[in-house]
């Protein structure tokens, strides 16, 4: 079975770029996070959809990022313009319903914004 | 708030046990859980351990509860060379399907 499957693994862009970020959950999964990790801490949640819903994202700065996961699977996060506290590694998860709530999270792409 | 928080480095000479410490700050917290990162890769679900249980046992892995103190602990036996990366502590939020992650464990296994 398919993990989470993120592109790219890397990207480096100037200030004030936009950039996209897509993801891939597991099939079948219907809930899907984004998380943002800083250098040096662990990921901090920035959206949750369940299925085609953004049921929590309270954490993503709106002025900036954006989110959409169309048809309840893929998703993407962009981020338009790009500044240089931006730089971090963005990690998807997914997870099915269930008490447990085990998610499973992609490699993550990594964006240097210069 | 919720808060959980780690060590941050751990060295063990291969072949000793290796004990990762977390502790938490919300009681209602209903999963704990332990992930493994390698560098340049995602977060791999190691364990998981409900509230209700003291202690959960997986091969090499033994994970303690203690849930008056709100500290998790994880025990990997019989380290290897292999084991070497950073351990992040978990809790699922009360009531809602959110993480809040400590800063990651970093752990150095040498000969």
């Known amino acids: 079975e398919a993990g989470v499957v993120q592109s790219p693994r890397y990207k480096i862009i100037e200030k004030k770029q936009p950039v996209a970020f897509w993801c891939n959950p597991i099939?079948?999964?219907?809930?899907l996070y984004w998380y943002l990790q800083n250098l040096g801490q662990g990921p901090e949640l920035l959206i949750r959809?369940?299925?085609?819903?953004?049921?929590?994202d309270s954490q993503l700065p709106k002025d900036r990022f954006s989110a959409e996961r169309l048809k309840g699977v893929d998703s993407t996060l962009k981020i338009q313009p790009a500044e240089l506290g931006d730089s971090a590694v963005y990690l998807c998860?997914?997870?099915?319903?269930?008490?447990?709530?085990?998610?499973?999270f992609g490699a993550g792409t990594r964006l240097s914004v210069l | 708030g919720e808060d959980v928080e780690q060590s941050l480095f751990l060295s063990v000479r291969e072949g000793d046990s290796s004990v990762i410490n977390c502790t938490y700050t919300?009681?209602?917290?209903?999963?704990l859980y332990w992930y493994k990162q390698e560098p340049g890769a995602g977060l791999q679900l190691l364990t998981y351990?409900?509230?209700?249980?003291d202690m959960k046992q997986d091969q090499r892995l033994t994970v303690l509860l203690n849930k008056k103190d709100k500290h998790l602990s994880l025990r990997i036996a019989d380290t290897q060379t292999g084991d070497s990366a950073i351990y992040f502590c978990?809790?699922?939020?009360?009531?809602?399907?959110?993480?809040?992650f400590g800063a990651g464990t970093r752990l150095a296994v040498h000969p």
């Open positions: 351990i409900f509230s209700n249980m």
């Open positions: 998860a997914s997870s099915l319903d269930g008490t447990e709530n085990i998610q499973y």
């Open positions: 919300d009681s209602s917290s209903t999963y």
């Open positions: 978990a809790e699922r939020s009360g009531g809602y399907n959110k993480l809040i």
């Open positions: 099939s079948g999964h219907n809930t």
């Open positions: 959809y369940e299925n085609e819903e953004a049921v929590d």
